[in-house]
DNA sequence: GTCTATAACCGGATAGAC
DNA sequence: GTCTATCCGGTTATAGAC
């Protein structure tokens, strides 16, 4: 159509910009992936039902997804920016850790909803260790550390007094306790999930007080141990005898 | 798929005492699969290979386990068993709560060593909220009490001294801990996963420093929130009984 | 080179004959 | 209780179309 309809791609780096067409057809297969796993669960959806829905043939569902699984990245992601979006507004108006904790928490949960049936199945692709999905790998490093980010927000924008040493790590920890809560949901067969809410409710009390508490001297041994915790699973992600600083490195 | 399941013995016997024959061949059939995990990972083995080297026929391994995953169940139990095994005698002689403590949770480590390929993949499927695989499900509950009862003889064996409150729910609270502690082993990719052991030889002197502090009435309130944890996280295995109308339904 | 489609393959699971 | 035959769905190979 236009005159200069070749795109700008590169002439050595392996070309990665899709195509306007490709991007759309990409697009349309998504979607529909999503609503089957929301109408139907992660197994009820099959690959040909997606591509037939779509409109395309189960080969071009595998050409823009390279498994089933791959779809579930795409999840990720999505669920992310809803949280975000969610949340992010509500955020600038509150200083109280508790408040702002509870807030990012709940919106978490009720961004998800739709996709509780969808989330139990596919908690379970994503916690082997050796799939792409699971939450500690490499693949999944971009979007743990978005909402890693969110949870630093949390505790930078409220006026809570945190130890320098404790306020490196908090978000990571908090990221920790967020899979908690999810693991919980994902399990929860209480209608509207209120024992999720409840539990909620319950651990960010304790979690903020003990954040309160751990600048106490007596408990400083904790703190120590506590930020032990995090090192060790950040290192879990590399195998074995490589260096440090994962989780800062962008390719 | 179907709740009711109760047993993955074969047909409903109208004799209690399955017959010789049917016993052994379940037996074989079992340990040839062990057998394959072991040698293959989870992935890697296939029904038929299992059939096929147990000297039977596919449909005679789907007669005696009504699935694939439902291997992984008597895999738990064994895994239980040869656990007890290795610590049950040494823990005699120790009082010291710190080492008991790390001398179970080393000789799960230890016991489960030769499935670690296998367990990652195992955990996969095992963590299914809808799956009787999950530790939280109905079905797991035999195996998941045995091992919170010997959990619960570290603490009573041990010399620390313990509020009555926190005694009742500690052994439930550290299964949770040897659930976590499962799931970084099986993550862990370290030669000879030396940082398994390194976790649990640091966060299990901070579990007993927590402990310890837990009488400090300062801290009371902190204990009263982890009872509360332990049993929601009880509740999540029952299906909402609490009068409200259930809005969900099993196929 | 980008995209689409058809026809397999493989392995988990089931039906039903014996 | 044991088998064979078959289904079903994720995945792959491959042959073209644009």
């Not at 700008?8 to 089957?36: D, F, H, M, V």
């Not at 809803?82 to 928490?105: K, N």
């Not at 032990?228 to 490589?242: G, K, S």
Request: hydrophobic share 35%; proline share 6%; with cysteine.
């Amino acid at each position: 159509m236009s005159p200069s309809d070749v795109e700008a791609t590169p002439a050595r780096a392996p070309s990665k910009a899709p195509t306007r067409k490709g991007e759309n057809t990409r697009n349309q297969i998504l979607e529909t992936a999503l609503r089957l796993f929301r109408e139907r669960g992660y197994d009820g959806t099959t690959m040909r039902a997606v591509a037939e829905e779509a409109g395309v043939s189960l080969g071009s569902a595998y050409y823009y997804f390279r498994s089933k699984e791959h779809l579930i990245q795409a999840y990720y992601q999505r669920s992310h920016d809803e949280h975000l979006q969610d949340c992010s507004g509500r955020l600038g108006s509150e200083r109280d850790l508790e408040a702002r904790l509870l807030l990012v928490l709940r919106s978490k949960i009720d961004t998800s909803a739709p996709y509780h049936r969808f989330a139990g199945q596919l908690f379970r692709t994503a916690s082997d260790p050796d799939s792409p999905l699971s939450p500690f790998s490499e693949e999944s490093l971009p979007v743990r550390r978005q909402a890693t980010e969110l949870l630093q927000r949390v505790v930078e924008g409220s006026d809570a007094k945190v130890t320098p040493t404790l306020a490196q790590e908090l978000p990571g920890l908090l990221w920790l306790y967020l899979m908690g809560i999810i693991l919980f949901w994902v399990h929860d067969r209480s209608t509207e999930c209120v024992r999720t809410y409840r539990l909620i409710d319950r651990t960010t009390e304790l979690v903020v007080r003990v954040i309160g508490l751990a600048s106490m001297p007596l408990l400083r041994p904790l703190v120590k141990s506590a930020v032990v915790l995090t090192t060790e699973l950040r290192r879990l992600a590399t195998p074995d005898h490589l260096g440090e600083a994962l989780g800062e490195e962008a390719p």
